[in-house]
């Protein structure tokens, strides 16, 4: 009898969520599993944030261990999916659009932080008449919480060896949200991992940011370096970061169990087709206005003009578009040092490209004369020390034998 009556009261709840607009909603206690705090424990120790510094914080690390800590007298943890468009493109399309930047699909519509909250905010409120008197909170990301580990532990799907939760039929292509609640609701049973002995995402990773099965270094991966790290990118990274200009779905896209996802319809974070695969002249020629204007409502905000500026510069060094030197030009007199520096990079690559097509043709020679010539002339501008080290090592990879 009381099985019964707890699971009328789940499915209450799940078709509340789907009503929503939440594709599934798994229940948990708020505890973390074992193996979770020994990955987490593993991540900090290898120093993996990067400059996520928070994340190492003390207060913040007891808090992600123990979700109890979130809210007195939580008793059930509610995990929530939230289904969008995996990418209308394959990898290798992708790969070979070089010309064009790559914007991870969870960014090419609306920012789901706004989105899921405002959904998950409704549909609190309306879980306030289902589960009666309770406290309750609503978590998108941002806070302290191992949303992947609770994930698994309430059925909702299994943390696959790239870091990410995956469902079985539907795939990875979702994002997660939380309500915690003081209510007692039975828990469902933990996802069983169903990665077995595939290692794909970790063979395919252009960074090979994977270190270990479940183990991203931050400090690798693309995603983190393309939208959270703020400074710059590494000089090792730069050519493997190829045309992804926001984020990187590899690890997903290679992942069998993505085979048949689809599309959902609706899709809630409203795709836009200006952000698959645009131009990388578009993006090099964003100011801040029209970088405002462009990204309004969209997660790309994140990384600021500059940073999604100077993600475009590496990915047009690497694109081998000899075209894209006039619009690199500019951008070694922009107001940002960040910019000037990866446009210099970027200048310097397609300018050795030239020297290396010379044989080929004729017009790439003019190619490495206009990049030598750019170079020279910004490096006599230029006050910033970094971004004179980087004109003056492009100059002499332009000029290598
Ligand atoms: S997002 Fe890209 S860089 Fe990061 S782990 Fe996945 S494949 Fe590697
Ligand atoms: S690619 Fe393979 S190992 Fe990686 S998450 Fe998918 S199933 Fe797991």
Same mark, same amino acid.
């Given at each position: 009898?009381?099985?019964?009556?707890?699971?009328?009261?789940?499915?209450?709840?799940?078709?509340?969520?789907?009503a929503h +607009?939440?594709?599934?909603c798994?229940?948990?206690?708020?505890?973390?599993?074992?193996?979770?705090?020994?990955?987490f424990?593993?991540?900090?120790?290898?120093?993996y944030q990067?400059?996520?510094?928070?994340?190492?914080?003390?207060?913040?690390?007891?808090r992600?261990?123990?979700p109890?800590?979130m809210?007195?007298?939580?008793?059930?943890?509610?995990?929530?999916?939230?289904?969008?468009s995996?990418?209308?493109?394959?990898?290798?399309?992708?790969?070979?659009?070089?010309? @064009? +930047?790559?914007?991870?699909?969870?960014?090419?519509?609306?920012?789901y932080?706004?989105?899921?909250?405002?959904?998950?905010k409704?549909?609190?409120r309306?879980?306030?008449?289902?589960?009666? @008197?309770?406290?309750?909170?609503?978590?998108?990301?941002?806070?302290?919480?191992?949303?992947?580990?609770?994930?698994?532990?309430?059925?909702l799907?299994?943390?696959?060896?790239?870091?990410?939760?995956i469902?079985?039929?539907?795939?990875s292509?979702?994002l997660?949200?939380e309500?915690?609640?003081?209510?007692?609701?039975?828990?469902?049973?933990?996802?069983?991992?169903h990665?077995?002995?595939?290692?794909?995402?970790m063979?395919?990773?252009?960074t090979?940011?994977?270190?270990?099965?479940?183990?991203?270094?931050?400090r690798?991966c693309i995603?983190?370096?393309?939208?959270?790290?703020?400074?710059?990118?590494?000089?090792?990274?730069?050519p493997?970061?190829?045309?992804r200009?926001?984020?990187?779905?590899?690890c997903?896209?290679?992942c069998?169990?993505?085979?048949?996802?689809?599309?959902?319809?609706?899709?809630?974070?409203h795709?836009? +087709?200006?952000?698959?695969?645009?131009?990388?002249?578009?993006?090099?020629?964003?100011?801040?206005?029209?970088?405002?204007? @462009?990204?309004r409502?969209?997660?790309v905000?994140?990384? +600021?003009?500059?940073?999604?500026?100077?993600?475009?510069?590496?990915?047009?060094?690497?694109?081998?578009?000899?075209r894209?030197?006039?619009?690199?030009?500019?951008l070694?007199?922009?107001?940002?040092?960040?910019?000037?520096?990866?446009?210099?990079?970027?200048?310097?690559?397609?300018?050795?490209?030239?020297?290396?097509?010379?044989?080929?043709e004729?017009?790439?020679?003019n190619?490495?004369?206009?990049?030598?010539?750019?170079?020279?002339?910004?490096?006599?501008?230029e006050t910033?020390?970094?971004?004179l080290?980087?004109?003056?090592?492009?100059?002499?990879?332009?000029r290598?034998?």
């Open positions: 009898m009381r099985a019964d009556a707890d699971n009328q009261l789940k499915e209450r709840i799940r078709a509340l969520a789907r +607009g939440f594709d599934s798994h229940f948990s206690r708020p505890v973390v599993d074992a193996k979770f705090v020994a990955r424990r593993e991540w900090l120790a290898g120093n990067g400059e996520m510094h928070w994340m190492a914080e003390d207060s913040r690390v007891a992600r261990m123990n109890a800590s809210l007195e007298g939580v008793g059930t943890v509610l995990s929530l999916a939230m289904r969008y995996p990418p209308a493109y394959s990898l290798a399309v992708a790969e070979a659009a070089r010309s @064009r +930047g790559v914007i991870a699909a969870y960014a090419h519509g609306d920012d932080h706004d989105v899921m909250k405002k959904r998950l409704r549909l609190a309306a879980l306030d008449e289902t589960l009666g @008197r309770h406290d309750q909170r609503v978590y998108v990301d941002t806070a302290p919480v191992l949303e992947h580990a609770l994930a698994e532990s309430s059925g799907g299994w943390q696959g060896k790239h870091s990410l939760s469902q079985r039929g539907t795939g292509w979702f997660l949200g309500i915690f609640t003081t209510a007692g609701i039975e828990p469902d049973a933990p996802a069983p991992n990665c077995g002995t595939c290692v794909a995402c063979d395919i990773c252009p090979r940011a994977i270190v270990a099965p479940y183990i991203v270094d931050a690798r995603s983190y370096l393309t939208i959270e790290h703020r400074g710059v990118i590494p000089r090792e990274l730069r493997l970061i190829g045309n200009v926001f984020g990187c779905d590899d997903q896209l290679v069998p169990w993505n085979r048949h996802a689809k599309r959902p319809e609706p899709d809630l974070l795709p836009r +087709g200006e952000n698959v695969l645009p131009p990388l002249a578009s993006l090099l020629a964003l100011d801040e206005a029209t970088f405002r204007q @462009r990204f409502k969209s997660p905000r994140r990384t +600021g003009r500059a940073g999604l500026v100077r993600n475009a510069c590496i990915a047009a060094g690497n694109s081998g578009d000899l894209l030197l006039e619009a690199l030009a500019p070694l007199e922009d107001d940002s040092a960040l910019v000037r520096l990866h446009a210099a990079w970027a200048v310097g690559r397609l300018g050795r490209r030239a020297v290396e097509g010379m044989a080929e004729a017009g790439e020679g190619a490495a004369d206009r990049a030598l010539a750019l170079l020279e002339a910004c490096g006599k501008r910033d020390d970094k971004a080290e980087e004109i003056s090592l492009s100059i002499d990879y332009i290598r034998i």
